[in-house]
């Protein structure tokens, strides 16, 4: 392998690396905050209605942070065309 | 500058900043997804975000990088100003 084919390696294992914590990190917040949400007097087992919130409270967080990406995205391309002016 | 680091010392040092950079962004960007969805989102009874909830993630977002540079200068302004104060002394 060449040194180029190297590089793209450790780069690539290096973003899956960052990905599998980031996508641990979030299903951590989520785990958390639907749980907040949705069952706030724990029984001994899960209602479907509990169930049902907390399968859409995981869509939902997860588009909440593709919007969030979204305008923050946005928003830097904005200041940075600013900046150029 | 010579700041006695060899050059693979100095290519690591900068690696690992940029790392711990990243680090940082995603950690503050993750609190951010997580404010905005408790401020916006009440409504579990759909599985998609309705057009007020998602209006309301970008102004939550906006608002918060708003902040954010504002409470930066700020905070520079202060740093500087407290700096001059000892210097005077």
């Known amino acids: 392998m060449d040194s180029d084919a190297v590089k ?12 599998s914590v980031n996508a641990r990190t979030l299903m951590e917040n ?22 049902t919130c ?22 830097i391309q904005q200041e940075v065309g600013n900046q150029a002016i | 500058m010579d700041t006695g680091l060899t050059q693979s010392e100095q290519r690591e040092l900068e690696g690992r900043l940029q790392k711990r ?3 940082e962004f995603m950690s ?9 969805f408790s401020s916006c989102v009440d409504d579990f009874t759909s599985r998609a975000l309705s057009g007020r909830e998602s209006g309301c993630i ?26 001059a104060e000892m210097q005077k002394r």
């Open chain 1, 8 to 19: 793209k390696a450790i780069i690539r294992q290096a973003l899956q690396t960052t990905n």
């Open chain 1, 30 to 51: 989520i785990n958390r905050k639907c749980f907040e949400r949705c069952v706030p007097k724990p029984g001994s087992s899960l209602s479907s209605s509990e169930e």
């Open chain 1, 54 to 75: 907390l399968t859409q409270c995981m869509e939902k967080y997860m588009a909440a942070w593709n919007q969030v990406n979204l305008t923050y995205i946005r928003r």
């Open chain 2, 21 to 23: 950079q990243v680090k």
């Open chain 2, 28 to 36: 503050v960007f993750g609190s951010l997804v997580d404010t905005c």
């Open chain 2, 58 to 83: 970008s102004r939550c977002v906006t608002k918060s990088m708003t902040t954010q540079a504002r409470l930066g200068e700020r905070f520079a302004e202060l740093n500087a100003s407290m700096t």
